[in-house]
């Protein structure tokens, strides 16, 4: 069996004596494609960070194609993880001022090398292929056009194409339909379920009508904790009603400072 490309054991992320995620055991396969669903602050973000690098735990194991991320990587493997994992986050983060065939061209920054990665002179061949990617999400007849004059799912589409210039073996997409109407969050599903072709894809989603174009497992949260790891077709209304309703009068998530010792200064590794 190929080796797990996430694999988390008895992961505790916590700030200030709160806990945001506790998870026993997770392990995503290479190839897996997961859908992760919950109530907000269940800790669907905390989860994409730790799994970036962004956010360390306070205990527990973090494994990440390879790479261990308990600790903060150095300089030279974090960027080398940054080139693996390719990331769609809230708030699409695209350079603003730039045309979309340039913000395409960044996916590629990872690869090419010298004075081209510094002074941003690609290759004609990278060239060629943020075209290739900017036709694959049919948007190269806006290719000239500066990523801040375009609309919410235009830019998100820019974003998957800058995706499949990266080549990442593992995808990381928060919300990625966010704001977007019905139809441009299916295109967007799709898109982003062909640049995973060749990755693993993790994908943060709300609405449950998309979990069986993004997914083949989804993984509920409720409270930092999983609640369920279910094949879409498993997760049927009574499931997802039991995820989203609040649990009352639960303190779980709220420790001492003191119970929980290194999560004193977690908030800036959070933010
Ligand atoms: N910078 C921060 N510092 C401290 N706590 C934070 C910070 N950001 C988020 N949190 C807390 O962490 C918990 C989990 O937040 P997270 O963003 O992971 O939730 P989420 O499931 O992604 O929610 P949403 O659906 O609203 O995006 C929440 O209780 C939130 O208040």
């Known amino acids: 069996m ?11 992320c916590a700030v200030h004596g709160r806990a945001l995620l506790e998870i026993d055991h997770l392990s995503v396969a290479e190839g897996e494609r997961v859908a992760i669903v919950g109530h907000n602050g269940a800790g669907k ?12 735990p306070v205990h527990g194991s973090v494994e990440v194609l390879g790479r261990t991320l308990d600790r903060p990587l150095p300089p030279g493997e974090l960027r080398a993880l940054r080139v693996e994992v390719g990331q769609v986050m809230q708030g699409i983060h695209l350079v603003g001022r730039l045309s979309a065939l340039e913000n395409v ?40 056009t500066r990523a801040d004059r375009l609309s919410g799912g235009e830019r998100q589409k820019i974003a998957i194409a800058r995706l499949l210039m990266q080549r990442s073996r593992l995808i990381l997409a928060d919300e990625p339909t966010a704001a977007l109407d019905p139809s441009a969050a299916s295109d967007v599903c799709r898109l982003l379920v062909n640049a995973a072709a060749n990755a693993s894809l993790i994908t943060v989603v709300h609405n449950p009508s998309l979990l069986p174009l993004l997914a083949d497992r989804v993984i509920g949260l409720k409270m930092g904790r999983i609640a369920f790891d279910l094949p879409p077709a498993m997760v049927g209304e009574q499931k997802l009603v039991e ?14 400072a003191s119970a929980i010792p290194g999560s004193e200064a977690g908030v800036e590794a959070f933010s």
């Not at 995820?243 to 001492?256: A, E, F, V």
């Open 243 to 256: 995820l989203y309703r609040p649990d009352m009068g639960s303190n779980r998530t709220y420790w001492g």
């Open 2 to 12: 190929s080796r797990p490309c996430v694999s988390l054991e008895s992961v505790l």
């Open 105 to 144: 061209l960044i996916g590629s920054l990872g690869w090419i090398t010298g004075w081209r990665s510094w002074t941003r002179c690609f290759p004609a061949n990278e060239v060629a292929n943020a075209e290739g990617a900017l036709r694959a999400v049919g948007l190269l007849a806006r290719a000239d």
């Open 45 to 56: 973000s905390t989860l994409l960070r730790l799994l970036s690098g962004f956010l360390q």
